[in-house]
C-alpha cells in the first residue's frame, strides 16, 4: 500500500506558540491531502481538504486563520497550529488519495501537547 | 442523527472466535465503503474497500455491504490478539473525496 508519513510524531510547546507538522506521500503524488483531528476515544473530524496549488478548503466550525495549511507540492501538506492553546492538544492525522483510486492511506498520526 | 453510525464497544472476544462488526448509515449517496483498524496512538490502516453493493474477502477479513439496509459489516475469522485495535468503517459518496468515518469500535481479543 500507499506510505504516508508525518513530522514530527510528537510535540509538546507552550501556549501562544505555533507548531508546524508535515505530511508526505513517499511513493505516490497526492493531489489531494486531508487533514483531521482525533480526540482520545472518538472518531476521526475532517478538519480542511488541501488541494496542490490551491487553497485549502476547511470543514464548518475550522477556523482558517488558525489552522494554516499549505500544499506546496504533489507530496507535501502542511499544517502549522497559530497561537496554539491547550484546546489544541489533540492528534492530528493527515491522509492522501492515491491518484485514480477511490481510498485514502493515513499518516502514522502526530500527537500535540499545548501546556 | 449521526450520518454513520458504529456501536463503540469495547467487545472482547476469545482467540479463534468471527467477530462482527457493524455500521449503519443514514445517506443514500455513499457509494465507496471502508474499514481502517486504528491501534493506540496510530494512524489508520485501510483493511477492506468496496463498492456499491457486495462481499469482498482478503484472508480472514470480509466485508459485506448491504445498500438497500444502508448497513455494512466486517467479519474477522480466526481472531487474534494482534486483531486486537480500534476498526473505523468510513464511506462516501465520490471518488477520492471526504470520508465520513463511525465512532469505532474497540475490539479486544483475550489468548
Known amino acids: 500500500g500507499a506510505v504516508v508519513s508525518q513530522h514530527p510524531s510528537r510535540v509538546i510547546c507552550k501556549s501562544g506558540t505555533s507548531v508546524k507538522i508535515e505530511c508526505r506521500s513517499l511513493?505516490?503524488?497526492?493531489?489531494?491531502m486531508f487533514w483531521y483531528r482525533q480526540f482520545p476515544k472518538q472518531s476521526l473530524m475532517l478538519m480542511a481538504t488541501s488541494n496542490e496549488g490551491s487553497k485549502a478548503t476547511y470543514e464548518q466550525g475550522v477556523e482558517k486563520d488558525k489552522f494554516l495549511i499549505n500544499h506546496a507540492s504533489l507530496t507535501l501538506s502542511t499544517l502549522t497550529v497559530t497561537s496554539a492553546h491547550p484546546e489544541d492538544s489533540s492528534f492530528y492525522i493527515c491522509?492522501?488519495?492515491?491518484?485514480?483510486?477511490?481510498?485514502?492511506?493515513f499518516g502514522p498520526g502526530t500527537r500535540l501537547l499545548v501546556l | 442523527q449521526k450520518e454513520v453510525e458504529q456501536d463503540p464497544g469495547p467487545l472482547s472476544v476469545p482467540e479463534g472466535a468471527i467477530v462482527s462488526l457493524n455500521c449503519t448509515y443514514s445517506?443514500?449517496?455513499?457509494?465507496?465503503f471502508m474499514w481502517y483498524r486504528q491501534y493506540s496512538r496510530k494512524g489508520p490502516e485501510l483493511l477492506m474497500y468496496t463498492y456499491s453493493s457486495g462481499n469482498k474477502e482478503d484472508g480472514r477479513f470480509t466485508a459485506q455491504v448491504d445498500k438497500s439496509s444502508k448497513y455494512i459489516s466486517l467479519f474477522i475469522r480466526d481472531s487474534q490478539p494482534s486483531d486486537s485495535a480500534t476498526y473505523l468503517c468510513?464511506?462516501?459518496?465520490?471518488?477520492?473525496?471526504?470520508?465520513?468515518f463511525g465512532q469505532g469500535t474497540e475490539l479486544s481479543v483475550k489468548p
Open positions: 491522509s492522501a488519495g492515491q491518484g485514480a483510486r477511490e481510498t485514502q492511506y
Open positions: 468510513a464511506m462516501s459518496d465520490n471518488q477520492g473525496g471526504k470520508l465520513i
Open positions: 511513493d505516490f503524488q497526492a493531489t489531494t
Open positions: 445517506n443514500s449517496a455513499f457509494q465507496y
